[in-house]
């Protein structure tokens, strides 16, 4: 998915880097950094809900999170450095991925058997 304007706007409110909107270094790594942070989550299990889903605003905090820590970490060049995960992170991908819509065979294409 297209990062809209106003996706980077809540990305940037978040991130807290509102006053640095023009600097073409957050121009370039906040979108590649969401890019990432999506295909982190698809890649994990958890598809993007429809907006209006009610799963939307936690999937949004779990995107909002990964770009916030990849922002972070992004000078990171310390051999054997250890950085903790966000417990409740980790828990909101889990909630996430056991609460995802059941797909049946119907509608994957698939036969049934």
Request: proline share 4%.
């Amino acid at each position: 998915m297209a990062l809209s304007e106003e996706r980077m706007a809540s990305l940037l409110a978040y991130c807290k880097l509102t006053e640095l909107a023009g600097d073409p270094e957050v121009q370039s790594l906040i979108p590649l950094f969401y890019d990432a942070a999506v295909g982190y989550l698809d890649d994990a299990g958890v598809a993007e809900p429809a907006s209006g889903d009610g799963r939307r605003a936690r999937y949004d905090l779990a995107v909002n999170a990964i770009v916030l820590d990849s922002w972070e970490h992004r000078d990171l060049k310390e051999a054997g450095a250890s950085v903790s995960v966000n417990a409740a992170f980790r828990w909101l991908i889990n909630q996430l991925k056991l609460t995802k819509p059941a797909v049946s065979n119907l509608d994957t294409g698939q036969e049934v058997e």
